[in-house]
C-alpha cells in the first residue's frame, strides 16, 4: 500500500470500528437496560410485568418478614407517597436494615417486585444516587447519612 | 502543626507546577536554554507532593481528630494498617494521592528519560505540569485534606468495617499507579505532537511507562476482582459496577496503546494512531477518576454525590481532553505516515487488535455512561448490567481472543507465508475442546462452551512464536508476550468453567444438619460466638466432604460498633479443580442458620489469568530495560520489536 492508500484505510477503518462500537451499544441498551422506578412509578404503571428493573426506597420499619424456608424473604419499599411489596431469595446484604435505603434489582410479577439482587448503602456515605432527593424531601436523610 | 505543613508543600507545588509551565511555554517560543531548571523544578516538585501525602499519612497514624479529614474517616480503635490505609480510603485522600503519584512521575520523566529529544521532553513535562497544575486546583479549593476542626471532637466516625481490609491498602494505590503512569504516555504524546516529533525514538520513551501501568492497572483489576468476590460474599467476580468499569476502560485502551506502540517503535508506522491512543488511555483514567470520586453513577461504590466537585472534575477533564483532541486535530493530519505496509502483516494484525479493542472500550464506555445521558435528557432513571455488557462485549472478546492467536505469527511489512498451516493443532485442539464439551455437557450455554473452545485452541496456539527457534535464545519480550496470551487462555478457561458449572445451594441449617453443593456434602458443626479487635462475631463450623477426607470452614459474620454495621466474611477453600465458597448469613427463630453454598470449578483460573498477563508484562518491561542496557541505540533499531 502507499502511505496515502495506508492512512485512507486506516481512518475509515477507525470510523467503522466507532460505528460499529455505537450501533452495537445502542441494539445492546435498547434490548437490555433496566429502569429505576419508586414505589409510586410502580403504583402508576410505568413499570411492565416481568421486564428487568430496579425498585428503589426505603425499607418500610417493621416489614421484613421471613418465610418458613428461612431464605425467602418479603419486606415493603416507601418512598412515603407509595409501597410495593418486595421478596427476595437469598442473604441480604451487610447494610440492609428496615428504615434504610436500599435498591433491588429484579423485576415486577404480579403486584410484587421480585428480587433478584438487593443493593443497600455500602459505604457509610452512600447512597443510591436515585434516592437523594427522596432523603431530602422525607427527612429520612439523617439516618440513611448517618 | 503537621496538617498545616501538609498544605504548605501543597501550595508550593502548585505554585511550581504553574512554573513549570512557564517554562514550557518560554522555551518552546524562544529557546530552550530558557528551560534549563525544568527538570529541577519537577523533581522538587514530586518531592513537595511526597511531604504532603506523608503528612496526611502522619496525622492519619496519629489518629489526629482536630483534622476533619481524619474525624470523618477514622477511629482511635482501629487497627493502626487501617488507620494508616484510611488516608487515602476516602475522597480527599485519595485525590491527594493521586496528585502524589502524578507529580512523581513527572518527577521521575525529568530524571531518567534520555530517549526524546530535549525539546519534546520539556514539552512533555510542561504538559505533566498543567495536569497537576488542575488537580492540586481541585485539592486546594475544593477538597482540602488537610482542614481543621474546632473545636477537635473526642473521637472519630469510624470507617466502614467493609472497608477495613488488606485489599484496601493495596488495591487503590496500585489502580491510581497504573491510571498515573498513563499520564506521562499522555504528557509524552502531548509534547510530541507540540514538537511535531512523533517517531520510534518517542515510542520508545513511552514504553515502560505505559508498560508499568499496564501491568499496574492488570494486577490492581485482578486484585480489585478476587477482593470483591471474596468480600462481597454474592460468589461473582466481576459486576460490571461502573466503579469496575471505570477500571477497565483505561486498561482496554492501555493494552490497545501498548500494541499500537510496538509499531510505532519497530516500524515508524501508525503515528497518529499511537499518539490518539495515548491521548485516549489518560483521558480513560481521568474519566474513571470523575465516574468513582463525583459518586454520579449508582454503584455499590459510589460517594455521597457533592455536585461541586463532580461539576470542578468535569470540567477539568473537558479542559484537558479537549485541550488534547485539539492538538491532536491540528497536528495530527500533518504527521508522516512511516514505512508502509501491506495488507497481510503483523502492522495490520495489530491494526484489527487496536480496532476490536477500542470497539470494545467503545461499548464499555457507552454502557457505563448511557444512565447518565438518557437522565440528562429525559429525567428517566435506568441501569445497564451485566447482560448488556456480557452480550455485546462478550462475543467481541472472544474473537480478539482468536486473532490473539494468529497475530504473532505474521510477519512485519507484508506475510506470504500460509500461516494458518502452523495453526492446525490449536484448531484440532479447540474443535475436540467442541466435541467433548458436547458431549459430557450438552446443557450449557453458548458463550462458555465457545469460551472453552477459544481457550483450548489459544492454549496452544500462543506457544507458537517459540515453536521452531530456540526458546533460550528468544528474548524476554517475546516470551513475555507468550506469557500474556497464555493467561488470556488460562483466564478464559476459568471464566467459561465457572459459568458453566458452578452450583449454588441456599438454605437453612440446624446444628447437625447436611446441605449439598455440587459433589460437596456440608454439615453444620455448630455456630459459636467470637470477638475481633474492634468487631464481635458469630463463626459457624462446617464440615465438608466429597468421597474422601473432610475439610473444615469458618465462616463469619461480623459486628461492628462504629459505625454499627455487619459484614459477612466468606470461607473459601481451595482445592486443585475449584473452590469451595461458603457464607453464613442471619438466624431464624427457631434457631437456624442460613446457609450460602457454592462449588466453583476451575474458578481460580480466572485471577491466575490475571497474574499470568501482568508477569508476561513484567517479562516484557524487564526484557526491555536489560536489553537497552547491552545494546547499543543503532543495534536496537536495527533489530526493532521481537
Known sequence: MKPKNQRLVLVSAALVAVLVAVLLAMWGLRSQASFFYTPADIVSGKARDGEAARLGGMVEKGSITHDPDGVTIRFIVTDGKAITPVIYRGIVPDLFREGSGAVAEGRMEHGTFVADTILAKHDERYMPPELGNLAAEHKTGKTLEK | MIAEAGLAALWLAAGLAAYQFLLMILALRSNLEVARPMRAVAVVQGGLTLVAFAMLLLVFARSDMSVALVFENSHSAKPFIYKVAGAWGNHEGSMLMWVTILAVAGAFL???????????????????????????????????????????????????????????????????????????????????????????????????????????????????????????????????????????????????????????????????????????????????????????????????????????????????????????????????????????????????????????????????????????????????????????????????????????????????????????????????????????????????????????????????????????????????????????????????????????????????????????????????????KNFTAVEAELRATRGEGAVILNPQTHYYSDPPTETNESAIRTFWNGQLYTVIGKSDASGGWQLRLWWKPFVTLIWAGGALIAMGGALALLGRIWRRRRLSSGEWRRKGYA
Do not use: C
Open chain 2, 110 to 532: 525529568a530524571l531518567f528519560s534520555r530517549r526524546t529529544t530535549e525539546r519534546t521532553l520539556i514539552a512533555g513535562l510542561g504538559s505533566q505540569a498543567v495536569l497537576a497544575l488542575g488537580f492540586y486546583a481541585f485539592l486546594l479549593f475544593a477538597s482540602n485534606p488537610f482542614a481543621r476542626l474546632f473545636p477537635a471532637p473526642m473521637d472519630g466516625q469510624g470507617l466502614n468495617p467493609l472497608l477495613q481490609d488488606p485489599g484496601l491498602a493495596f488495591h487503590p494505590p496500585t489502580l491510581y499507579l497504573g491510571y498515573v503512569g498513563l499520564s506521562v504516555a499522555f504528557s509524552l504524546a502531548v509534547g510530541a505532537l507540540l514538537t511535531g516529533e512523533v517517531d520510534s525514538r518517542l515510542a520508545r520513551a513511552m514504553r515502560p511507562w505505559v508498560l508499568g501501568a499496564w501491568i499496574l492497572l492488570t494486577l490492581g483489576i485482578t486484585a480489585g476482582s478476587y477482593w470483591a468476590y471474596y468480600e462481597l460474599g454474592w460468589g461473582g467476580y466481576w459486576f460490571w459496577d461502573p466503579v469496575e468499569n471505570a477500571s477497565l476502560m483505561p486498561w482496554l485502551a492501555a493494552t490497545a496503546l501498548l500494541h499500537s506502540m510496538n509499531v510505532l517503535a519497530a516500524r515508524g508506522a501508525l503515528k497518529a494512531w499511537t499518539m490518539m491512543l495515548a491521548v485516549i488511555a489518560f483521558s480513560m483514567s481521568m474519566v474513571g477518576t470523575f465516574l468513582v470520586r463525583s459518586g454520579i453513577l449508582t454503584s455499590v461504590h459510589a460517594f455521597a454525590i457533592d455536585p461541586q466537585r463532580g461539576t470542578f472534575l468535569l470540567v477539568l477533564l473537558a479542559i484537558y481532553v479537549g485541550a488534547a483532541f485539539t492538538l491532536f486535530a491540528l497536528r495530527g493530519a500533518s504527521l508522516k505516515e512511516g514505512a508502509p505496509f501491506e495488507l497481510v502483516s503483523r502492522e495490520s494484525g495489530l491494526v484489527v487488535n487496536n480496532l476490536i479493542l477500542s470497539v470494545i472500550l467503545g461499548i464499555v464506555f457507552l454502557g457505563t455512561l448511557y444512565p447518565l445521558f438518557v437522565e440528562a435528557l429525559s429525567g428517566e432513571k435506568l441501569s445497564v448490567g451485566a447482560p448488556y455488557f456480557n452480550a455485546v462485549a462478550g462475543p467481541l472478546a472472544l474473537i480478539l481472543a482468536v486473532l490473539v492467536g494468529v497475530g504473532p505469527l505474521l510477519s512485519w511489512r507484508s506475510e506470504r507465508r500460509l500461516i494458518f498451516r502452523q495453526l492446525r493443532i490449536p484448531a484440532l485442539l479447540g474443535l475436540s475442546a467442541l466435541v467433548i464439551t458436547m458431549i459430557l455437557a450438552p446443557d450449557i450455554h453458548i458463550l462458555p462452551r465457545l469460551g472453552f473452545v477459544v481457550a483450548a485452541y489459544l492454549i496452544a496456539a500462543a506457544v507458537l512464536p517459540l515453536v521452531g527457534r530456540n526458546p533460550l535464545r528468544a528474548p524476554l519480550a517475546t516470551w513475555g508476550m507468550v506469557l500474556a496470551h497464555l493467561g488470556i487462555a488460562v483466564g478464559l478457561t476459568g471464566m467459561a468453567a465457572n459459568a458453566a458449572f458452578s452450583s449454588e445451594r441456599l438454605g437453612i441449617a440446624k446444628p447437625g444438619d447436611t446441605l449439598s453443593v455440587g459433589p460437596w456434602l456440608v454439615q453444620l458443626e455448630g455456630v459459636t460466638p467470637t470477638a475481633g
